[in-house]
């Protein structure tokens, strides 16, 4: 049983060792999707702008029906790992990262509420109807 994992496992490794020297493409882009606690536009505007100030980001959509934030970024210049660290920076959840405690702190207060919390308290939510018409006009 033992020597049959033994092999199952080298076997594994011979077959990615070949396949990994393609991922050294130093224009390669990749994407990722971290679950976030955003729960108003004022939040995803703030979570869409900052981002983009990180290293290596190239799009930021955040999805509030969705608590998802969807970013495409260089492979080369930042990994998901920064990226959480970016988005609990701004104030907010990322995948099993804690939001940084002083940047929550000072998020105004209503994006300082859950997403049940913030409904409650009839502060405008979260588009609920046909897709946000607000989008601003230039
Ligand atoms: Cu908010």
């Known amino acids: 049983m033992k020597t049959t994992m033994k092999s199952l496992v ?8 070949g396949s990994a020297s393609a991922q050294d493409d130093p224009a390669k882009f990749a994407s990722v999707d971290i ?3 955003a729960v108003c536009n004022d939040c995803k505007h703030r979570i869409e702008s900052e981002m983009l100030y990180v290293k290596g980001v190239q799009a930021v959509t955040v999805d509030l029906a969705k608590e998802n934030i969807h970013v495409e970024y260089r492979a080369k210049k930042t990994d998901p790992a920064k990226l959480r660290e970016a988005v609990s920076k701004i104030g907010y959840l990322a995948d099993d990262v804690q939001p940084d405690p002083a940047a929550r702190k000072a998020l105004p207060s ?3 509420m859950t997403k049940e919390e913030h409904n409650a308290s ?3 939510a979260a588009p609920a109807g046909p897709a946000s018409p607000a989008e601003p006009q230039h």
């Open 35 to 37: 679950h976030t606690n």
């Open 122 to 124: 009839g502060a405008p």
């Open 10 to 17: 080298f076997l594994l490794l011979a077959a990615t060792v």
């Open 110 to 112: 209503c994006c300082q």
